[in-house]
């Protein structure tokens, strides 16, 4: 009878002692409730125990992500961006989370409230070049201050808040892309007038030099031809008057050469005319007695 006390006993010890005491890991943090009532806050991992009575609800106490759906927002300079952003959070005071939104899906819920309202209303006071490059950085630490001020009412610290991906919807993308085409179709297109006119410029300007220094080579030559001619016109004038008779011979030898040259040409003229007193005497005497002669 004893033995039988004594077992069921301990099953009730064992008993309570199931419905009373729980552990808690490091990563966990617990709220003991009695009748929906929180009773006690445990935060640190070890063996813990409660009452039987009373129920424990566990929550997260690592960094938790938060996954926005992508969001259309108007920036200051009117353009409209897809926005993918995503906050990291932790749950920073249990007691305030449970009875502000009770559980993590509620709280993650009620963050992305926060953080879509705080997107919108920031990127609404920067440009499109500073929220995809000049500032992107500064923007996010303005929405990170302004989300974990609303998050604080509920028990929850904000740690990041990032932008994965801020572009423009698909239909303004091909419109700016055409654009873009066009406007670099016009660049090439002035960049191509101006190095046709500039070509022309270089022709004409080539052009213009080229005629320059033919007729400044033109007048070299003419220089140098005339005082070509004047330096042998004084030799011949030399030559004449060192040897008269003979200047005469070659003159008239060259006469011959150039007159008698193969042709169509016929010249008619007496055997005794002074144009052929050479060939009738070398030194050219008989051919001038025949025409002091014949005068």
């Keep these: 009878m004893k033995s039988g006390l004594l077992g069921i006993v301990i099953a009730a010890v064992a008993l309570v002692l199931y419905w009373s005491a729980y552990i808690l890991t490091p990563t966990e943090q617990a709220l003991v409730l009695q009748f929906g009532e929180v009773k006690k806050e445990e935060t640190e991992p070890g063996l813990k125990f409660k009452l ?8 997260d106490k690592r960094i938790l992500d938060l996954n926005m759906p992508p969001l259309e927002a108007i920036v200051a300079d009117k353009k409209r961006l897809t926005v993918d952003a995503f906050a990291r959070y932790r749950i920073a005071e249990p007691v305030r989370f449970y009875q502000s939104v009770n ?7 009620r963050l992305a409230t926060f953080l879509q309202s705080s997107l919108r209303s920031e990127l609404a ?24 001020k609303s998050a604080a009412a509920i028990g929850i610290d904000v740690i990041d808040v990032k932008i994965r991906r801020a572009d423009l919807p698909e239909a303004n993308s091909q419109a700016i ?30 052009d213009r030099d080229a005629t320059v220094l033919i007729a400044e080579a033109q007048r070299d030559a003419d220089i140098i031809r005339g005082d070509g001619d004047a330096a042998a016109n004084q030799i011949f004038a030399g030559a004449y008057g060192k040897d008269p008779s003979f200047f005469e011979f070659y003159r008239s030898m060259q006469a011959y050469t150039k007159a008698l040259e193969d042709g169509e040409t016929s010249l008619v003229l007496s055997p005794d005319s002074d144009f052929f007193r050479f060939f009738n005497d070398p030194s050219g005497k008989a051919g001038a007695a025949v025409s ?4």
């Design 125 to 148: 006071k920067a440009t499109f070049v500073q929220v995809v490059r000049d500032e992107r950085s500064d923007l996010m630490e303005k929405i990170r201050q302004d989300v974990d």
């Design 292 to 295: 002091g002669a014949s005068q």
């Design 177 to 206: 892309v055409r654009r873009m085409q066009t406007e670099r179709q016009r660049e090439a297109t002035e960049i191509r007038a101006q190095g046709e006119e500039q070509s022309r410029r270089i022709k004409s300007r080539a």
């Design 103 to 109: 559980n993590v899906n509620e709280g993650s819920r």
């Design 52 to 59: 039987p009575w009373q129920n424990v609800i566990i929550l």
